[in-house]
């Protein structure tokens, strides 16, 4: 589905990624770990083509889309909960629904009914201001709005941040849910416990190198990423 | 408040006349105020999207006053016409509006563009560059002289008379031009609440990179912004020939200016404070031309911009930089 190939991301001068290798297979929910400032963000900013890289391909789905735009590589399926939400404060719930299906022509009835099924909520508050929402309503907005194109991968930055634990555990039960249904994921987390308990893979990031990557369960045991990430 | 008591106090003292010297005003302030909201317009959207003071924008509207008297001769001119006059005056402003609307396509990515990532103060030396191009051009091109659009004699001398013969008089000219404007701001608003790239405008002004993290194309939402605040722009210019009669190479900087000033009175990035921004500039200089003297109007009118700025600096009916979730 997606697999980025000796992948080198640039700001400016400053040298982010290093030659990252990563793959997502089709159906399959991925774990990005890493610590402030390893590249996360930048990772899922190249696969979206937001940023791009300077060497390394990315390629998505049977093509490689380095050269494409954001809006090429949304339209073939990708989309993403950007970190900390990103919702569009002066627009309504139903406003910001509609822009996660800007290239599908808004939306069909289909997909209002699938984000309004998986959360309830959203349809009561849909003519309310994204700005005035809590951040648990909304991180359903940002979740919806991503669903709202019917992607065939979904990126998450950070999902569970800021969110009461209560909340953590009911969004990581809908990500497993919208994985069931058949999606590939790329989660991007710090919480590297619950995020592993789901994911089929993943990959720890340090400095803009992957410096770890194996079956989740895997990545569960092993010692160095106990330390780091699990405290015990 | 001060307004209202200096509106009350002119009114009791005038020496000559009483409420139907005021109302007159009133109502030709209202006219010179639909001109300047639709150039307010044209800022306000291009500050909103882009953070960027478009000083070039008084002259893409003076371009469009261009157009539109060059529609006019092509067609005969305001004497003698060779198509009906609705039919003339409906081809100059579309034409007009037109060009304008390609003119700001051109300057957005010929001046703008490849400024995005500069400081912003590089964009606003291109605005003013561009702002004497085009006074330059036209110069060149017509000259300095004065172009007679005869905006009475083409359309009418005649009007409504409000209260008898001795009663606030509104030309046909002046009911076009306000029905014209209110037509434009009513589409405006349709356009930027309910259309697909109505919301992308607004989802590109909030957060560009949000944005395009949704699939829009900031870049061509941007274009399409300074299309449509130009086009305005370009409907104003004609509407400015049409109610002055005439036009010459630097009408583009005073109306430019108050188009300005009324964008941030009413608060810069705000659809709605360009419009209220726009008729009260509009009835300020009516007033004070009337009540004062044509010299001092404009000092009245920038007066209370500054006023504006001390007691209210994000404008009447803007928002203090909202937060980002
Ligand atoms: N637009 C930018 N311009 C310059 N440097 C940037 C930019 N965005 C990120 N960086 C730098 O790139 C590095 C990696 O940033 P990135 O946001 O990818 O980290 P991250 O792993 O997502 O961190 P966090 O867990 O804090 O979100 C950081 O050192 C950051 O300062
Ligand atoms: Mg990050």
Redesign the interface.
Known sequence: MLKLDGVDTYYGPIHILQKLELEVGSGELVCLLGGNASGKSTTLKTV?G?VKPRSGSVEFDGEDVTGR???YR??KGMA?V?E????????SVR?NL???A??HG?GTKEDWDRVYTLFPLLHERRAQL??TLSGGE?QMVAMG?ALM?RPKLLLMDEPSMGLAPILVEKNFEIIQQVHESGVAILVVEQNANVSLAIADRGYVLQTGRVVLSGPAAELLRHEDLRKAYLGR | MLLAIWVFYAVYFSPTQGWTFFLQLTVDGIILGSIYALIALGYSMVYGILKLLNFAHGDVAMIGAFIGFGVLTLLGGPLSPAIPVVALVACMFVVAMLGSGFLGLAIERFAYRPLRDAPRIAPLISALGVAFFLENSVLLLFGANYRNYDGYDLISYNGIHLGGSAGVFVSYLGVMVITGALLLMVGLVALVRWTRFGKAMRAVSFDREAAAMMGIDPDRVIATTFFVGSALGGAAGVMFGLVYSQIYYLVGFLAGLKGFTAAVVGGIGSIPGAMLGGLLVGLVESWAKGYLNGNVADLVVFGILIGVMLIRPQGLLGTPALQKV
């Open positions: 979206l937001i735009p954001t809006s949304i339209g993403i950007p900390n939400r990103r919702l569009f404060a002066p627009m406003e509609e822009m996660g800007y290239l808004g994204a700005g909304q709005r194109s």
